[in-house]
């Protein structure tokens, strides 16, 4: 495997770039929240520099790190995130915020495990699809162990409780069983069954119910479960075409909930109106193209399953933020990657982003999709279309 001289740039661009706007903007969301309980307007900004720091230096750091290594961790590195998803769940052991235990505190530092183990399901998912390449299409041989595996940590996240992150799990396993040649049959009845079970642990939980009918009707509890829905689109409608202007924010005036976090899109189209918006996701869908165009051109299997997993998680994470924001889905804690104030999301996200560089240095500049869905089958089983290059 020849290894190219030089990684993505474009990819690299856009990740600071986004970085650049999430440090302008968590300030600006935040400065008279962290001055009225921090007594200091940038707290938060400088906590979030630091976490760019970190996140830059592990992007690059991971970066020259060859991918095709994290084939044989792929199994330690599940079991250490699955280890952490247990121990968040001790008492005791995790900070609650909110009722929710999802942080494991170092000192003054928080660590967020679901965070990792969405980078390390995604590590383990290529190995294994990419592994199972001649069984794929098999139900009992080729998807349920892996739907197993989905099925442990989408429990162990979900019972942070956190639904809106293992929901995403869910999703990146099909996507990623999608792009491994995976029977639509066996996909079609998967997705239909994840979704009567997001259904019903929805309503299974009050507060996720309140959110639900709140997004059916956000005017109906207005004051309560709407609340956050109606003031986010009030700062996008406020904002117009061409915005108040930076730091022109009157929702950052506690008005708006988790205006630095979750919210943090509304902000950005409040101070730099429908413009600004456009532009951060045109940010976005450059992001995605490149990680796609990455995946495609990867030289293996594994490189290939594995880019497309990471641009996959943080698409997702983009629509759902996005849609909540927009109030074209129920309200939920995910944020916007790389912009959203949050240490452990982003650090891990652009862990992630290292690797898709890194796969980007071994492009082989033809279209590993293509030929990868075009793949003749025989019977049941499948040839892999892209050779695997460590075979055990």
């Known amino acids: ?20 706007v999430g440090l302008i903007m968590v300030y600006s969301a935040s400065s008279v929240t962290s001055l009225a309980t921090m007594s200091d307007a940038h707290y938060y900004l400088k906590r979030q520099f630091m976490w760019v720091v970190v996140g830059l230096l592990a992007m690059f750091g991971i970066s020259h790190f060859p991918y095709q290594k994290l084939e044989k961790m792929a199994v330690p590195l599940l079991g250490v995130a699955i280890f952490f998803l247990i121990l968040v769940l001790v008492p005791g052991v995790a900070r609650d915020i909110g009722g929710a235990k999802r942080w494991i505190r170092f000192g003054s530092l928080g660590f967020q495990p679901s965070e990792f183990a969405k980078l390390c399901f995604v590590i383990y998912m ?6 199972r390449q001649d069984r794929i299409r098999n139900f009992l041989h080729g998807m349920l162990p892996d739907m197993l595996v989905a099925g442990i940590v989408f429990i162990l996240i979900y019972k942070g409780p956190n639904l809106s992150t293992a929901a995403l799990i869910g999703g ?27 259904t019903a642990l929805i309503f ?27 003031q986010s689109l ?35 189209c409040e101070e730099l109106g429908l413009l600004g918006g456009a532009v951060v996701l045109l940010l976005f869908l ?22 497309s997993g990471i641009t996959a998680i943080i698409g997702l994470q983009v629509l759902v933020n996005i849609g909540v924001v927009l ?36 492009g082989s500049g033809r279209n590993a999709f293509e030929e990868h869905r075009a793949a003749p089958f025989s019977g049941q089983f499948a040839e892999p279309a892209v050779p695997v290059t460590r075979r055990r």
């Open 1 to 20: 495997m020849n290894k190219s001289r030089h990684f993505d740039h474009l990819l690299l661009f856009v990740v600071i770039a986004l970085m650049g």
């Open 126 to 131: 290529a190995h294994s699809i990419s592994l």
């Open 172 to 198: 990146t396993y099909l996507a990623m069983y999608f792009l491994g040649n995976g029977s639509l049959a066996n996909l079609g009845g998967l997705a239909a069954g994840g979704a009567v079970l997001i």
């Open 204 to 230: 299974q939980a009050g507060y996720r119910m309140r959110r639900f009918w709140a997004f059916i009707d956000p005017w109906e509890n207005a004051r309560t479960s709407g609340y956050h829905i109606i």
């Open 234 to 268: 009030v700062a996008i409608g406020s904002g117009g075409f061409w915005g108040l202007g930076l730091g022109q924010s009157r929702q950052k005036f506690f008005i708006l909930p988790e205006r630095h976090t979750d919210f943090i899109f509304a902000i950005i």
């Open 286 to 307: 450059a992001l995605l193209w490149r990680g796609l165009y990455i995946a495609t051109r990867a030289p293996d299997n594994f490189g290939f399953l594995l880019a």
């Open 327 to 362: 109030s074209l889905m129920p309200t939920t804690g995910i944020t916007l990657p790389f912009v959203s104030y949050g240490g452990s999301s982003l650090v891990f996200l652009a862990i992630g982003v290292g690797i898709l560089l890194n796969v980007s240095r071994y």
